[in-house]
């Protein structure tokens, strides 16, 4: 199974280099962009039959994927298709 | 006294903590390797130096906060023990959650390397014993990652308990914006821990203990360290 984490800095935390793609791209001809928030986006294949799968790697991704003082994360595709 | 400076795959501050620290009369400093699980009861206190741990991967010091030996950093330092983390070992402090806050991207977005000045905004903290309040350090700073960020009401904590201990200043004491190199909230440039006995600071003092280095400002962290522990005010091997 393949599972997606997307990670993202929260509202709070300073996104210098969002800023600079947004100001790119207002000066590339899409002046109605208004903010750009960059963050990562990590691709994991795991053992759907592994044990205890959802609560394991919610934990992981508090403690390794994300840092929960400046950074959001959401899992996609948890237990949907392959 | 015998400090122990740790070594990640990426450190490059080790070699700078050590020599450092075995300049200063009364200091043996000995490695230790991250691989290691031994106590570190034995030190006196503990180094977390600069560098790329692990690369700088996902986040500076998220990977490095799983060595084997941090467990035993982490009992020494809820233990009372004085623990340093400089740069990339105060990213590795915030991560693991001995200090409160995070490291983020520089506001510039470019790597900064420069000679500044810090002010000591605590004049008995454990790590600034020998300074009066208002102290100027000149130190050396030298990351990409050094944007200190923490929320409003922990930023409120670290000030109300007087746990912010250095912060970026002008050549003459004022903390402003032009002072601040990398966007730190409130010109932070160093912070301990609740209890006092963990700091973390961007700036090396381990490159600023010889004047032709440009300063030997350094030192004095270094010294009001082992002032603290010669005092019996943490605690010691």
């Known amino acids: 199974m393949k599972l997606k984490v997307v990670v993202t800095p929260k509202a709070a935390v300073l996104d210098p280099q969002g800023a600079a793609v947004r100001d790119a791209m207002q000066h590339l001809g899409m002046p109605e962009v208004s903010s750009v928030r960059i963050g990562k986006y990590l691709e994991i294949e795991v053992d759907e039959n592994a044990a205890d799968l959802e609560a394991r790697l919610h934990g992981l991704c508090r403690d390794l994927l994300s840092n929960p003082v400046i950074e959001d994360y959401e899992v996609q595709n948890l237990g949907a298709g392959k | ?237």
């Open chain 2, 1 to 237: 006294m015998k400090f122990a400076v740790i070594q990640f795959p990426g450190s490059n501050c080790d070699q700078d903590c050590l020599a450092a620290l075995n300049g200063i009369a009364g200091v043996g400093a000995e490695y230790v390797w991250h691989k290691e699980t031994m106590s570190l009861a034995g030190f006196d206190a503990i180094v977390l130096p600069g560098g790329f741990s692990y690369g700088d991967y996902l986040r500076c010091g998220a990977i490095a906060r799983f060595s084997p030996i941090m467990p035993s950093v982490v009992n020494e330092a809820q233990a009372g023990k004085l623990v340093i983390g400089i740069c990339n070992g105060f990213q590795i402090l915030c991560e693991i959650g001995l200090l409160p806050g995070a490291l983020v991207r520089n506001r510039s977005l470019h790597f900064v390397c420069e000679m500044l000045t810090t002010r000591v905004e605590v004049a008995d903290s454990f790590f600034t014993h020998g300074c009066a309040q208002g102290t100027l350090l000149r130190l050396p700073i030298a990351h990409g990652e050094g944007c200190f960020f923490a929320d409003d009401k922990t930023l409120r904590g670290l000030n109300a308990r007087k746990q912010v201990i250095l912060r970026y200043v002008t050549a003459d004491g004022r903390a402003e914006p032009s002072a601040n190199p990398n966007g730190s909230i409130e010109n932070i440039a160093g912070i301990c821990n609740r209890e006092g006995n963990v700091f973390g600071l961007m700036p090396h003092p381990d490159r600023a203990c010889e004047l032709r280095l440009g300063s030997a400002d350094g030192t004095t962290i270094f010294q009001s360290m082992m002032q603290t522990i010669a005092s019996g005010r943490a605690r010691a091997a």
